[in-house]
């Protein structure tokens, strides 16, 4: 999550603690870094996705796809936690359905559930699509009644002159954009990496012994 960023407290005292260690200060920040953003329900990660499925209408399975985590190593003593920018595609939010106007859909839980005209469906290989008219406006999809040239009734077709669109909701980044919903998180993120330093810190003095 891009401009947010936690760091680590007491490290010129660790440092002189683990002087004896070889890597000594290296290893405990790594340890500490990648327990800190981890994947567990212990981590950055999932305070991450927690805090996204309170605002969006997303199953947390959903919204950690769009979650990545990268870890610290000798080289790069640096973690982060990030989503991705990609728009969320309607059909991923919880009971979006189809009826007779368009497709049923809620996508922030503060709002209230709304139908989206000429909005389908597709049964193949799924997915909220709307067909766009030869000018770009919306055509409501469905049967169209197809006529000889005398006028004579030949039934009913699904009009596939247009092409068909994937709709989509927000991005899971745009939350982010919230302090208040970052701060909370920040906190955490700066209370368990303070916690995990210390922990990898006296591991290694004990270790050494």
């Known amino acids: 999550m891009p401009g947010f ?3 680590i407290k007491g490290l010129e005292n660790a440092q002189k603690l683990l002087s004896g260690i070889k890597d000594g200060s290296r290893k405990a920040i ?11 329900s212990g981590g ?14 997303l199953t947390q399975k959903n919204i950690k796809k769009d979650f990545r985590v990268k870890k610290a190593t000798y080289s790069s003593l640096f973690a982060h936690v990030e989503a991705r920018g990609n728009p969320v595609p309607l059909e991923r939010f919880i009971k979006t359905r189809q009826n007779k106007i368009g497709v ?19 049964k193949y290989k ?8 030869a000018i770009g406006k919306n055509v409501t ?34 939350i982010f954009s ?23 810190v006296e591991f290694l003095l004990e270790s050494s012994k």
């Open 126 to 133: 799924g997915g909220v699509f709307v067909r766009l008219s």
């Open 44 to 57: 950055v990660q999932s305070d991450a996705v927690k805090a996204v499925a309170q605002e969006f209408n």
């Open 5 to 7: 960023y936690v760091e």
């Open 30 to 40: 790594v340890r500490a870094l990648n327990k800190t953003v981890g994947t567990s």
């Open 141 to 174: 999809p469905g049967m169209s009644i197809r006529k000889d040239k005398s006028g004579k009734f030949l039934g009913k077709f699904r009009d596939t002159r247009f092409p068909i669109k994937h709709r989509f909701g927000p991005r899971i980044p745009d």
């Open 178 to 200: 919230n302090s208040e919903v970052m701060e909370p998180i920040l906190k955490k993120a700066q209370e368990r990496l303070d916690k995990n330093f210390g922990h990898e």
């Open 104 to 122: 049923s859909v809620q996508v922030k839980k503060s709002r209230p559930r709304v139908t989206i005209p000429h909005l389908f469906i597709r």
